[in-house]
């Protein structure tokens, strides 16, 4: 017997004897060839029986895993479904309103939901995603993706996951990598407009914006912004744009004297990302004995109800995005096709 045979083999009683179960995760190909002392040629030979047996699968960057052969029933004739819906966060700000959304579509219907967060943070988006592909019995996912603004490592174990026949519905928006993807968000171009409409309707001719860059709705906003100002005769030199990311959030506004940086310009106007970087600008513009300027952002949320100066807020329909995701996962999980929707900023 050849020696790959030979491997493979093993490999294929230790599978069965539930070596593997816990992960679902075989070792590496350096692993294996330090345990059996051949070749890594060799070793890419006995994964390849393996596969050819369907019990295994590979995904490159996350390794060779175990076939879930006989856990995944067919979703037609199941009494209860499970639904993985994944954040970014969970317990802040407005994604509370739109949890509460989607489990108030989904109670009642035989659905179970599962919560998980990333923490924005793309190894632990990846984490997840192997779970569920390997180790659950998840049925759909209502998934806000995490940095859509940035190439995203885990782009193959989105597209394996389809290929497994469970249905995604994005939150907010999608990696462009993956086409035809169904998306509940709202409309974040036309929002960075009507931003920019009302403070020239209003009489500001210098307008500063401040844009998260690692996400997709940040960059829909600013490309709103900029057409906004070129259609109110205003040219792009005239606006002052600044940039952060979701690890320099919490200084953004004063380590980096954005607030200073701006006024020193005369700026009279501000779009800001969404109400978090408009409480940090007011905020800072205090500490700096600053008048504030006109401020618009975008959410509605409790942060700007709850602020001591008064700005206006593009009003984001949190509850109704969260339901409207669940109609849609409940619906690919009957067969029926869905688009994309964006909704009205209030």
């Known amino acids: 017997m050849s020696k790959y045979s030979t491997i493979s083999d093993e490999l294929k009683s230790e599978i069965r004897q539930g070596k593997y179960s816990k992960t679902g995760k075989l070792p590496t190909e350096y692993e294996l060839v330090e345990r059996f002392k051949v070749s890594r040629q060799t070793v890419r030979q006995a994964i390849a029986c393996l596969k050819s047996e369907g019990i295994v699968s590979q995904i490159q960057g996350s390794g060779t895993f175990v076939c879930d ?28 309103s739109i ?31 192997e779970k569920i592909i390997y180790n659950s019995e998840v049925d759909g996912i209502i998934v806000e993706g995490t940095k859509t603004g940035l190439p995203n490592p885990n782009i193959s174990l989105y597209r394996k996951i389809k290929e497994m026949g469970i249905p995604i519905v994005f939150v907010h928006c999608a990696y462009p990598e993956l086409d035809s993807s169904v998306v509940v968000g709202m409309k974040d171009y036309e929002g960075g407009r009507m931003a920019v409409n009302e403070l020239i309707r209003q009489g500001s001719r210098k307008i500063a914006g401040i844009f998260k860059s690692d996400d997709r709705q940040g960059l829909l906003r600013y490309s709103g912004f900029s057409d906004g100002l070129l259609e109110g005769g205003l040219g792009l030199d005239c606006a002052e744009i600044k940039w952060y990311t979701t690890e320099d959030l919490e200084d953004f506004i004063v380590n980096d004297n954005c607030v200073q940086s701006l006024l020193s310009k005369g700026i009279d106007s501000v779009v800001c990302y969404n109400d978090q970087i408009a409480v940090r600008f007011i905020k800072a513009a205090a500490e700096c004995n600053k008048e504030v300027p006109k401020l618009i952002s975008f959410d509605n949320s409790y942060l700007c109800k709850a602020s001591l100066v008064g700005f206006t807020s593009l009003g984001h329909r949190k509850e109704e ?26």
């Open 69 to 96: 052969l006989g856990a995944r029933k067919n979703r037609k004739n199941k009494e209860n479904f499970t639904i993985a819906v994944i954040c970014t966060y969970i317990s802040d700000y407005i994604f509370p």
């Open 321 to 346: 995005l969260g339901k409207v995701a669940a109609e849609k996962i409940k619906n690919m999980l009957n067969g029926k096709p869905e688009e994309t929707v964006l909704l009205d900023w209030e």
């Open 99 to 129: 949890i509460r959304g989607i489990e108030e579509s989904l109670s009642g219907d035989n659905y179970v939901v599962n919560l998980v967060a990333t923490g924005n943070k793309v190894d632990k988006e990846r984490s997840i995603l």
